[in-house]
């Protein structure tokens, strides 16, 4: 199933993308989509009846905003230089085991929503991420089995970075993943049963029309399973906990002199296959 939300900024509607593109409404069915709907087979099987059999009404989609798929997402676990070919590209050694940063829930937006440049920022840089959203409450896993196991779906995320507050200013790199808007994530929340191998999506990111990132989820170091087991042996993973998997080559910061940051006014595209694409236009703070 495709799930999506739609409506203003925090009067969302829970909603179903049928298989020929037409909105259905779940409101009826569910109060919104969120861990507890994800934990609950039973609700799930009742979506799933009910669209087989027809009975969800349409909504016309023209002038909805598409909000974030995930309401009340608990915590946003982050995990930095997954990918072979961006370590190559930054310089990085591989590293032994997974970097593990956080992103507060507030970071979230809807896919098309503006993104904030902040205040003092020469360095806003993109990526583009599959998030992986949890389905079950994970702890002490023992296998990349049993991550898998644990995951209810699949998203398009944007991990949107600003360098200098993330790498020269000290401390961790939370400062620079933090800002305000820094986390579109959606159009969708696709249910994991849609994907079979997510080891097997193409990743692409656009900057004003030009491709700047074009990767698969095969080079990552720490494949989806494995990173959610790893995770789970440090904290309990709950019911709409997200997790950031990483971004392949292609940054801005990755790039010759003068890299190419991100300022206002410019167009961000990003896509992840099956799971939808985001459009977002940047503003300064």
Known sequence: MKLLRVGTAGRERPVLLDPDGTLRDLSGLVADIDGTLLADEDALGRIRRAAAAGELPALEAAGLRTGPPLARIGKIVCIGLNYHDHARETGAEPPAEPVVFFKAPDTVVGPDD???????????????????????????LESAEDGLAHVAGYAVAHDVSEREFQIERGGTWDKGKNCETFNPLGPWLVTADEVPDPQDLSLRLWVNGELKQDGTTAEQIFPVGEVVRYVSRFMTLYPGDVLNTGTPAGVAMGRPEPKPYLRAGDVVELEVTGLGRQRQVFAQA
């Open 114 to 140: 503006t993104v904030l440049i902040p205040r003092g920022s020469v360095k806003t840089d993109w990526e583009v991420e599959l998030a992986v959203v949890i389905g079950r409450t994970a702890r002490y």
